[in-house]
């Protein structure tokens, strides 16, 4: 393997020069995953009223641009104008009752995830790639994961997607603490 030299690797000039603030940010991100698991149902909440304004913003612009650009134009204008006020409709009803609104949200997850699960795992044992198990258990674990999301509804709504919220938060975290000690470790080899 090829050794990588930081001088001649733009990116590794970046990180190199900016290892300080990486691993602060991993920290920080790792700190704020532990407290968005710690307390994954507000979390949860919090996550479904931010979706709920993502697309309450989304269902604004849409109709603006119904007004805008569809206007004459009935078959288009009609089509935008459902839409807008189908988005307009759901981003209330999550910030109205986020509660509520995990509900579908988490059973969606659910579903995603035997989906994947179940694909993994025919995928692998169809082609048999090498080390094809590893592939075939992170299969079984996707599949497991979305049944005991779904058959654990609707308890499970309140603490999933906060839970995945922290984990996502500590695994990137992680990632930056990670690359900030690489590049430390690098810029101390003598190349």
Same mark, same amino acid.
């Given at each position: 393997m090829k050794p990588i030299f930081i001088g001649t690797n733009p990116h590794l000039a970046v990180f190199s020069k900016n290892r300080g603030w990486?691993?602060? &940010? +991993?920290?920080?991100?790792?700190?704020?995953?532990?407290?968005?698991?710690?307390?994954? $149902? /507000?979390?949860?909440?919090?996550?479904? /009223?931010?979706?709920?304004? %993502?697309? %309450?913003?989304? +269902?604004?612009?849409? $109709?603006?641009?119904?007004?805008?650009? &569809?206007?004459?134009? &009935?078959?288009?204008?009609?089509?935008?104008? %459902?839409? +807008?006020?189908?988005?307009?409709?759901?981003?209330?009803?999550l910030i109205n009752s986020p509660l509520l609104g995990s509900l579908p949200l988490t059973l969606f997850l659910g579903f995603f995830y035997v989906f994947v699960g179940l694909s993994r795992v025919f995928y692998s044992t169809w082609l048999q790639t090498p080390h094809w198990g590893w592939n075939f258990c992170n299969g079984l674990l996707a599949l497991l994961l979305g049944v005991l999301i779904i058959t654990e509804l609707p308890s499970s709504a309140l603490y999933i997607l906060g839970l995945f919220v922290g984990i996502d938060l500590i695994f990137c975290g992680l990632a930056y603490v990670m690359v900030s000690l690489a590049v430390r470790s690098r810029r101390s080899l003598p190349y």
């Amino acid at each position: 393997m090829k050794p990588i030299f930081i001088g001649t690797n733009p990116h590794l000039a970046v990180f190199s020069k900016n290892r300080g603030w990486f691993f602060t &940010w +991993g920290l920080l991100l790792i700190i704020l995953g532990c407290v968005a698991i710690s307390a994954a $149902t /507000v979390t949860t909440l919090i996550s479904v /009223v931010f979706i709920g304004v %993502l697309l %309450l913003i989304s +269902g604004i612009v849409i $109709t603006l641009d119904c007004f805008t650009f &569809w206007w004459g134009k &009935w078959g288009g204008f009609f089509l935008h104008l %459902l839409m +807008g006020i189908l988005y307009l409709a759901a981003g209330a009803l999550l910030i109205n009752s986020p509660l509520l609104g995990s509900l579908p949200l988490t059973l969606f997850l659910g579903f995603f995830y035997v989906f994947v699960g179940l694909s993994r795992v025919f995928y692998s044992t169809w082609l048999q790639t090498p080390h094809w198990g590893w592939n075939f258990c992170n299969g079984l674990l996707a599949l497991l994961l979305g049944v005991l999301i779904i058959t654990e509804l609707p308890s499970s709504a309140l603490y999933i997607l906060g839970l995945f919220v922290g984990i996502d938060l500590i695994f990137c975290g992680l990632a930056y603490v990670m690359v900030s000690l690489a590049v430390r470790s690098r810029r101390s080899l003598p190349y």
